[in-house]
């Protein structure tokens, strides 16, 4: 009798064991709580948000300093009837943090973005694998953004207002500025 309640109890486990979830898309979905993007009044959570050294120098007494830095961000766009990746990657790049405005107490920079600009490149791509055009870029108009550095944490804090135009190749708009607005704040990536 032990016998046969032990191959029964064995089997059990075992179908319960072998009994198998099956892992979809949305279960791997992930957010970073570090943002939102609102593209022309929609609303899109960040799931990546990170910045890498791009340039430094030494100070006065020695130490290196950061003088550049990169960041890059991802934002989910979840659309009704779209069954493949869609993604809004954005690139900011500041080669020389000191030439923001310095306002407030807090050592908040203000940059002005817009295409004669030279101190911040921003390159914002839409990645849709649900279009025959995978991929389109937007350029900069007009608009300005704040920057906040936190040296503590290696957390930087960025809110930003634009007007972007979609473009085929980067340079050229075609069609008329839509709002680009958003906030983010980066970690340092380690590589």
Not at 3 to 9: G, H, P, S
Not at 17 to 32: F, G, I, M, P, Q
Not at 65 to 78: N, P, V
Request: with cysteine; hydrophobic share 35%.
């Amino acid at each position: 009798m032990c016998k046969k309640t032990f191959i029964l109890l064995s089997l059990v486990v075992l179908l319960i064991a072998s009994c198998k979830k099956e892992v979809t898309r949305e279960d791997l979905t992930y957010k970073c709580e570090c943002g939102d993007y609102t593209l022309d009044g929609t609303n899109h959570l960040l799931t990546d948000a990170h910045w890498v050294t791009l340039s430094t120098d030494t100070d006065d007494f020695g130490f290196e300093i950061i003088t550049g830095k990169d960041y890059y961000t991802t934002a989910k766009i979840d659309l009704e009837d779209e069954t493949e990746a869609h993604h809004l990657n954005v690139r900011i790049t500041i080669p020389i943090l000191t030439e923001g405005v310095t306002i407030g107490l807090d050592q908040t920079r203000f940059f002005e973005a817009h295409p004669d600009s030279n101190s911040v490149d921003i390159f914002i791509e839409e990645i849709n694998f649900n279009t025959l055009t995978t991929s389109l870029q937007y350029i900069v108009t007009a608009g300005a953004f704040e920057f906040l550095e936190d040296a503590q944490s290696g957390t930087d804090n960025i809110e930003f207002q634009l007007e972007v135009a979609p473009s085929l190749d980067g340079f050229t708009p075609i069609g008329f500025p839509i709002p680009f607005t958003g906030s983010l704040s980066a970690d340092k990536e380690e590589i």
